[in-house]
């Protein structure tokens, strides 16, 4: 008997070489499309991608000869991702969609109907690998990065466990992408010069600040820029007298007060914005660019610094809550008190950072070697050994 694949296509050249590569491997594969919106309260935009991008997975399946179906999931992501976007914008979180959407419903929801039609595997045109150990009698899965450097795409896989990798291939992890769009135009596939999908994930082409606005009011408040020169960023490193002090200290943030700098203009929310942002400001004038290095959502406040440089937009390490600890490699865990140096990346496509992790009771504490700029509340922080994901967290 065949092993029967489901493959998650969604009309982008990645999926229809994975749905290929399968089939010439031998498997019996089934295509399926995911739609994920359709909620015409919250406009997205004129063009309607998903329509397109469901005509392009169908006609791939046509090509190849195989099943294909399209699965409403638009409840679901609604629930799980938009609605949770939403809440953590509202809180001054900045939320990453396409790890959660990986978590909730690529891997979740899809994957349990996938099973439900008899599939042994689920397979994704993801940039990453999948490998296999075995230790003390049972088989251990890794999450490894793609071979492609400028394409893995590991991170936005962080939050998978091993249930659900141990169903889950990756057939183009070992390639490049141009390679990927080589075997999609060598086998005539109407996807090979597909532009990459960009925005929000399976929402298709859209700008956030504008599907934000639609449900989060705008109200007018002040853009307050800080002098890098501030008496609070030289203050003297502290005596510690134990290490939980320490780790305390280097995680903690800056906190201002509006009357800490001067107002250099208005903004239209502050849950609009996120650390680190440049864009959309729309204040000038300054030698250098100005860069959010805080949002105050309670007061509706939006601190400033000038250049990339400005002593706000950095920090040595990060927290993240007990209860929003993942190991993918749940044998490496930690235990409280111990700790791990390890590589990190604090988003997708930052080169790995050495850093530290230390366990505690009520969390875990990640310390850079190097101070790290505009670490975000919300995003997610990811640890690797070499290539392998081991875990990931919410950053608190």
């Not at 991702?81 to 790890?99: C, S």
């Not at 280097?250 to 201002?256: D, H, I, N, P």
């Not at 949002?295 to 920090?315: A, C, L, S, W």
């Amino acid at each position: 008997m065949k092993k029967k694949v489901v493959v998650g296509l969604s009309g982008g050249v990645d999926s229809s070489v994975s749905a290929y590569l399968l089939q010439q491997q031998g498997y019996e594969v089934i295509g399926l499309f995911m739609k994920n919106w359709h909620d015409d309260s919250v406009t997205i935009s004129d063009e309607c991608p998903w329509l397109d991008d469901s005509n392009d997975a169908m006609m791939v399946a046509d090509k190849l000869g195989i099943p294909f179906q399209t699965v409403d999931l638009s409840e679901e992501y609604k629930e799980r991702i938009v609605d949770y976007m939403f809440n953590e914008y509202e809180r001054g979180r900045t939320p990453n969609p396409d790890v959660l959407c990986n978590r909730e419903i690529k891997f979740d929801v899809f994957m349990k109907i996938a099973l439900n039609l008899g599939a042994d595997y689920v397979a994704t045109g993801h940039y990453c690998r999948k490998g296999e150990i075995h230790k003390n009698g049972e088989t251990i899965y890794q999450l490894l990065s793609g071979k492609d450097n400028n394409k893995d795409q590991s991170y936005f896989l962080c939050q998978l466990t091993q249930e659900q990798l141990s169903k889950t291939l990756f057939p183009i992890g070992e390639l490049q992408k141009a390679e990927v769009r080589k075997i999609a135009s060598e086998q005539n596939l109407v996807t090979a010069d597909k532009k990459d999908s960009q925005g929000l994930c399976f929402i298709g082409k859209v700008r956030l600040p504008d599907f934000l606005q639609q449900k989060l009011q705008p109200k007018e408040g002040k853009i307050i820029e800080i002098e890098a020169e501030k008496k609070l960023y030289a203050s003297e490193t502290p005596n510690f007298s134990n290490k939980r002090e320490e780790l305390d200290y280097l995680v903690k943030k800056y906190e201002y007060a509006p009357s800490d700098g001067k107002i250099v203009g208005k903004h239209q929310g502050a849950h609009y914005f996120t650390k680190g942002q440049r864009k959309g400001l729309a204040v000038g004038g300054t030698p250098e660019p100005l860069f959010v290095i805080d949002t105050d959502v309670v007061e509706n406040v939006i601190y400033t610094g000038q250049g990339k440089n400005h002593p706000g937009i950095y920090r040595k390490g990060l927290f993240i809550q007990q209860d929003e600890v993942h190991w993918v490699r749940k044998d490496l865990a930690l235990n409280t008190e111990e700790s791990l140096k390890v590589q990190a990346r604090i988003r997708y496509r930052q080169p790995l950072q050495e850093a530290t992790l230390h366990q505690t009771e009520n969390g875990m504490y990640v310390i850079f070697d190097d101070p790290q700029a505009s670490i975000t509340e919300g995003q997610f922080v990811a640890w690797y050994e070499g290539e392998e994901l081991l875990g990931s967290g919410v950053i608190s």
